[in-house]
């Protein structure tokens, strides 16, 4: 632990901008305190997983994450049963199932998909408060996931005194929610729902949307055009594809864009749309300005990548030397910025309307594109919030040394207009879509679209 949080200490970015810049270094020293206790009692690989996964909550930073290993597990697949029985009897806490008179958090949860149930029982071993272990063993097909009793969540009390937990996916992996609770409906962040009454359970449509880029007509009066990635390998495709389809755009009155699940990648991936999309030419850039954390391994990585991306000429050799020198003036401190607005040269009448739709998965440069988005009067956003990924970013890898896993440092903070701050809550739709029947969203934004 003393290596980790050594590194995040000194060349995390978003460690420096909520720790040291925003001064909660006392609240910050609570939380070490308490996970180098918890770190003492760690036995194994999986409970040391969690405890590093549990310290690196304490940053909002959503691209700054704890990454599992393939070393971490003996087999190739869940399919090999023996193997696998083996890797949960050694690595998984198991505990015997109790009478409990349901009360508070205490008793049998049933997850919302079904799948398993959990009961909680109170336990203060390992500085835990309480613990969610399976009702009984869980298969899907031939797949092996866990035994009767085995710890599926563990529920610690954080320094403010607030309930936190360590979620175990049935791959080991651990992630940490904060946890709500009433009489019927147990929260885990935004993405477990647990009810008391199995009747609760929802009935839903495991909807998958495939990965992909495409423009189509939807009817006479509205396009539809599904962007997953703007990952910056995939601008000619989004270019050539807006380029083939402009007269059909600037004909329809109404455009329907799909970006769910799109995990960002680059802002030039959407620049050649936002003459379809907004109203005005200038406009606000979702992130302003940028600043860099220049610890000295940061400058460092940087220095050692500075002709990887975007470097084909001379000229660009020269400017990339130009601005790690220029870097250099800033070792142990951010390096300062300016916010500036962004224009595009025209902008189109057609269409009138541009609904969006986003869900959970949206993140990054996706997030950015519908913060542009939204500056246009034409446009109303559809879905659910996005993942609130847009704070932080260039990571670069953390090895730990012996261990099966890497941790994703953050080093450059996002610098938005009006100081907003989205990180790990997300960007709120216009309009609220149930997410247990996704597969009909498209219908649904179209009827509102066409309405009219």
Sequence with gaps: MNLIANQIEENSVSYAHQVIENKKHRDYQKHKKQIFKLAKDAKTEKECLGIVQLYLSFLRDTHQKLHITNDFYPFETFDDTISVKKFIQENVENHQLKKITPKGILGDWHHKNGLFSIQIQKNDKKGRKYIGVLTSD??????????????????????????????????????????????????????????????????????????????????????????????????????????????????????????????????????????????KKEYQSPIVATSIWVSKENFQDYSNERYLYGVKTKQDSLNADKRIEELGKYIGRFEPYEKKMSKIDSYHTNPKKVYIIQNRWDASAAEGFILVAKQSGKVKTFGENTAGMVSYGEWRKLLIPNFPAWISLTQKRMIFYNDSDFESIGLSPDQQLNPDSEKEWINIVQEEIEKN
């Design 138 to 279: 869980v298969k899907v097909n031939k797949q092996f996931l866990g035994y009767k009793g085995d710890i599926k969540v563990e529920f610690y009390s954080n320094y403010k005194g607030e309930l936190v937990s360590v979620y175990w996916d049935f791959g080991q992996k651990p992630s940490v929610h904060k946890v709500e609770y009433d009489g019927k409906t147990l929260k885990l962040g935004r993405n477990f729902t647990f009810y008391r009454n199995k009747q609760n359970l929802s009935k839903t449509d495991q909807y998958k949307l495939q990965d992909s880029i495409f423009f189509k007509e939807l009817s006479p009066r509205t396009n539809y055009f599904r962007i997953h990635s703007f990952d910056y390998e995939n601008k000619p495709l989004i270019d050539s594809i807006i380029g083939a389809n402009k007269e059909k755009l600037i004909s329809k009155e109404n455009l329907i864009i799909d970006v769910r699940n799109n995990d960002g990648g680059s802002t030039l991936s959407y620049h050649k749309l936002l003459p379809f999309i907004l109203d």
